[in-house]
Structures are given as C-alpha cells and as structure tokens.
C-alpha cells in the first residue's frame, strides 16, 4: 500500500474518531503515523496538532449545523486551551521523543481508566 494511502486512511480513522466522540483523533493518529506510517516520534505528533485543527472545526461544524453544538459550555475552555497550547508547543522543542512517547501513552492510559471507571 502506497504511503499517501496510509496518510489518507490515517486521516480518515482520525476523521471519524473525532467527529463520533467530539475529539480524540490524534489518540488515533499519532500511534498510526508513528507505527503504520513509519513517522519519527516527534514529526507524527507535530502532524497532528497540523491535521486535528481542521478536523475539529469540520466536526463543530456538523455539529453546530445539527444545533447539538455547547457554544456556551465551550467557550471557556477556549482561553485555557490557548494558553496550554502555546506552553506546550514551546516546550516540545526541549522535550525528548522517549519522554513525549511515554506522557502520550500515559494520558491515554489515565483516559482509558477514568472512561471505563
């Protein structure tokens, strides 16, 4: 299977994951890009925060056209998620793969437990 393939149903899974559980599709992404699509560590995450992005307002945008969408439940994260984002994305740089690896497994571990408790 060609390599733009596995991009292209990388994306979809992604895609679908988001849209069905109103996020989560860089749970699905990052391990396939890394393992399925040969991606180092560091770049599979980076192309995440790049794809996720417009996978999110594809979703609340369904979402807001089926008048299912929280405006005001959500708007006060916005400015939380600015703000843990712009920290985060300057300390990926100084962070070691090993370390981003095992936070990432980590957090999905927590989520999985927390989920199913």
Known sequence: ?????KLAVTGALAG???GCFGGGG???MAPLLQGWCR???KRALATCVAAILPLCVVSAAVYA???SFPWREAAPY???GAIGGAVGGR???AVAAKWLKGL?????LYGAWRYLR
Do not use: I, Q
């Not at 299977?1 to 393939?5: I, L, P």
């Open 1 to 5: 299977m060609s390599d733009k393939v």
């Open 16 to 18: 679908a994951v988001n």
């Open 26 to 28: 860089g749970m699905v």
């Open 39 to 41: 991606r180092e560590t």
């Open 65 to 67: 056209l089926e008048g």
């Open 78 to 80: 916005l400015a939380g």
């Open 91 to 93: 300390l990926f740089p």
């Open 104 to 108: 990432f497994a980590a957090f999905l």
